[in-house]
């Protein structure tokens, strides 16, 4: 059964990518330094796929540690590469943090790999695209001026990937452009778990919704969109994690070289349809109010997915109000069954 190292695996997208490998045949290894996830969520996992996978605690900036590893795992196939610093705002008051933990760790896996036949997935961002000049977004639009130190850390990582497969040191490479990941399992075990006040919109919903927070501000009505507020391309996590399932398919299947895909949807949706999704779902009526603006947001930005669709031989299946459910009935699970 082919071995795929999955860095960053006990993270929201890790986790959700490990039980999508695990349905497809996969053997999925976790590797997570804990500093912005949860150790319970192994154990979560295990109550889904029915056994607890391999797991490895070490910080992929540290090489020796990563070499190690690699004595004892030695025939790993794949690797997703999810291990990353995410918050914008943080990476822009400690933006060395960012460079060294996001740069560092994949200096470190390509040169632990290097020259070997392993296919690499990595988690990029729709972030490189900043405002977009046209919309849907493709992925051949330009790369635009990183509008944070996070989302400049994924430009340069696609570069440096570029520069690999260039070199011949890294042979089979996907970079996949997230959107606006949201949702949760079915099952209600996983889930987005964010650490301390939820930077994105839809875990403060669902914590405002159970009473962990007060009132939701909308980061501005006045942007030139159908009912003012910013509109994003909101995927479910569980289709995310499907994507990642067909791009190691690709990759296994005599795939050479670097490319790059768009997982969205394909459809922007407004912050206020998000609030009014949620609403309708789950019958809660949210406490919200209209705030300024959100210094760095982008007005709209949503994917072009028909090059994902054609060549990954994907698409996403669930809609808003799917991902709406499934995150409340994760808040849900947490509130009654603490981690
Ligand atoms: C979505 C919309 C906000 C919170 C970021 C990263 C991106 C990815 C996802 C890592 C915006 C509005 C939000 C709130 C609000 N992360 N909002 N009130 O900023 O699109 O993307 O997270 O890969 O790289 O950039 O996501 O959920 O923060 O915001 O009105 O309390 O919701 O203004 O329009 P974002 P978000």
Redesign the pocket.
Known sequence: MAKVLVTGGLGFIGSHTVVELVNAGYDPIIIDDLSNSNIAILNQIAKIIGFKPAFYQFDLCDATALNQFILKEDNINGIIHFAAS?A?GESVDNPLKYYRNNLYSLVNILEAYKGKDVSLVFSS???VYGQPDELPVTENAPVKPAQSPY?NTKQISEEILKDAVAAGSAKKVISLR?F?PVGAHPSALIGELPIGTP????P?ITQSAIGKRGK?????DDYNTKDG??V?DYIHVVDLAKAHIAALNLLGNGFTGYDVFNLGTGQGST?LEIVNAFEKVTGIKLNYEIGPR?AG?VEQVWGDVSKSTKKLNWKTELNIETMMLSAWEWEKYLAANPL
């Open positions: 995410k914008v961002s729709c972030t989302g997230y606006n930077q994105n919109l839809v403060f939701i501000t909308v980061f501005g507020s910013c994003r912050v959100r947001d």
